[in-house]
């Protein structure tokens, strides 16, 4: 369906109501827009800040013909909803991204195979159909490997590291114990000197904005922190921008979307993955860019035009991720982070505090990198006291 203008006032629906999709609303409030969250659980934090709450399971017929009723186009904060709703949903609204591109990207074989088929660079991968494959797959590909779910994982979930055919026989028996029909994509290890991301944005006319190359650290297959800009020659910020631009327009994706990437020692940069939505590597956009990712967003899905993404100050992003939130709720600890200059701390409202859950992140912002990442650092330092 073709993108006219909408103006505020209008409902815009978002699939998903995790922390993204609670600062899509924020976003979409502030310029004038009202926003309904589908989430069947009841908790999530966009609820709390939507117009209209949807807590149906996605599959429920009368739940989707309500939605539709009420919203005037739709966006998704979460690659994991049902791709055949999105196709339903398109017929009677705009939907950023579209369904096809969702299908592509929420499945990590069918996104390599694409991103393989346009000659953009991967890691070496096998596909595992049943756990007999698995012992072949890894022969191919040589230790270390990755094996991952080829849906609906995410933030390390549903992902194994192999060092050992001690580790494979064991991951074997883990995938004999799932259910038929489940898939796996095993990944060559790349060991990477840094990992690297960009946030891409495209619209209906094929236009681009595109923000700086960030650079990221995960820890447990969640991410640490994000560091931008990255500390990478122009080179090579240049190079990954035009595969993440080659990528989304290879796709004909509309929307925001992120190219998460490995650059390695000898100067490759691999695609790891493509997010067909803002994410948690582009959350600095919030505090130090003149148009976040948030509001790209909503311009993208609204038909407005696409925003400035001009860096106002070099920043690093810290995910509070599980306990570690505790260190920013107490009198002490919340009274030291906003006492600290250029510090700004945004926290999602989830009740329950559960290990490796997001539960905020803080922004540290200054005029000097070097200042701000030790700011950044020494913010974490002290959080591994708290966990
Ligand atoms: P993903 O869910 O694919 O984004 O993986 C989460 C994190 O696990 C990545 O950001 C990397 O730190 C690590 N990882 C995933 N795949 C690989 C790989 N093939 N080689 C090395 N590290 C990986």
Known sequence: MNNRILEPGAVLGVL???QLGAMFIAAARRMGYRGAVWDPDPEAPAHQTAVHSFTTPFSDPAGREQFANIVQATTLEWENVPAELCGWLEERCPMRPSSVVLRRLQDRIAQKQFLLSRQLPVSSFAIVESARQLVSAV???GFPAVCKTATSGYDGKGQWILRTPSDVKQLETILGQAGSGRRWIVEQFIAFARELSVLVVRNEGGEFRIYPVVENRHERGILRDTCVPASVDCGVAERAKELAMHA???LEGI???CAEFFHTEDGNLLINEIAPRPHNSGHYTLDVCTVSQFEQQVRVTCGLPLGETRLLS????????GEEVRSVLSAEGSSALHSTS???LHLYGKQMIRPGRKMGHVTFTGSQKEMVTAAAQQFIKNLGRVD
């Open 248 to 250: 989304i327009a290879a």
């Open 342 to 344: 250029g510090a700004v």
């Open 16 to 18: 998903g109501g995790g």
């Open 139 to 141: 022969n191919r590909l």
């Open 255 to 257: 929307g925001v979307f």
């Open 314 to 321: 070099p920043a690093v992003m810290v995910n509070l991720i």
